[in-house]
């Protein structure tokens, strides 16, 4: 049991995090175990309400591929690939829609009202928040790289932030669903790593935190001795080139590299299965998971 000195010890260690971060943008990747988890979610909410508290400007960005994979089986919607990507078609952006928006979304802002927040749920239809085009994935077949139409995936072309803007100027937390509108007024779904990077590079945010399933970047995921607290910029870069970053991890770092290329200060890979995990990286000295910033020497904070 922690005793009342060692809880002041703790709110002193974060008075500087405090002094430092107030008035300022964070972006939140929200995803992983911690949208599935009812305790985690709870933690998160937590998190985020005490940013706001804290007087920080939290902005959040959520997925929810496990919940529109699971709502596909419900329907019997039956995918199809190409070149073994899963395509998007029609219905299936139709029912994302519904899942991302209509669901996970809504239960989202729910929770942060529910304790004691002013949060607000937006789409990226709303206000032409997210202008998307189409996303051709390029896939290697034969030694050549060609690019492959995967139905109505898309990669932000353009944001307008101004009715996010008002909303942290009114003391609210907007809570953003990664759905795209195109030129052609088509729907399309966008990755919301590559969201939650973009919306951090257009808002000039101080941070951006991911929060996945995952303690953050390993040089080698089979050797847990390998785990890297600290990136730069050009080693996430390199990384990605020589394979050490893959899969689902890619779009995650391609978003910190997004996030510092424009001026954010600093950006985190975030193990959302554990307990206060956001507030652990931002408000303690040592942290967790792993930081991307955009040169080594960067003093931690």
């Known amino acids: 049991m922690i005793n009342s000195v060692e809880k002041a010890a703790v709110l002193i260690e974060a008075l500087p995090y ?104 937006l789409s990226g239809k709303d206000a032409d928040l997210i202008i998307a085009a189409k996303h051709l994935a390029k896939v290697r077949e034969n030694g050549q790289t060609k690019e492959v139409d995967i139905g109505f995936v898309g990669d932000v072309l353009k944001l307008n932030t101004g009715i996010i803007e008002t909303l942290l100027d009114q003391g609210y937390i907007p809570v953003i669903s990664p759905i795209g509108i195109g030129k052609d007024g088509a729907t399309y779904n966008i990755n919301a790593d590559y969201v939650a990077g973009e919306l951090a590079a257009a808002l000039g945010a101080e941070k951006l935190a991911l929060i996945t399933d995952v303690e953050g970047i390993y040089r080698d995921y089979s050797d847990k001795s390998s785990f890297v607290s600290t990136l730069s910029l050009a080693e996430a870069q390199e990384m990605i080139k020589s394979g050490s970053i893959e899969g689902g991890m890619i779009p995650k770092v391609e978003a910190c590299v997004k996030a510092l290329a424009a001026g954010v200060a600093k950006t985190h890979i975030i193990d959302g299965r554990k307990p206060h995990s956001l507030l652990l990286e931002i408000f303690t000295t040592e942290g967790i998971g792993t930081e991307v910033v955009k040169y080594r020497r960067y003093i931690s904070g």
Request: net charge positive; hydrophobic share 45%.
């Open 18 to 121: 405090l002094q430092r971060f107030a008035g300022n943008t964070i972006v939140i990747k929200y995803g992983g175990n911690a949208m599935l988890n009812d305790e985690l979610k709870k933690n998160v909410m937590q998190d985020i309400i005490f940013l706001k508290y804290a007087g920080i400007r939290p902005v959040v960005v959520h997925g929810g591929g496990p919940e529109i994979t699971g709502m596909l089986k419900r329907l019997g919607k039956e995918s199809s690939f190409v070149s073994g990507l899963r395509v998007t078609d029609a219905e299936t952006v139709e029912i994302a829609e519904m899942v991302l928006v209509g669901k996970i979304n809504s239960e989202i802002v729910k929770n942060l009202n529910f304790l004691g927040a002013k949060a607000v749920g």
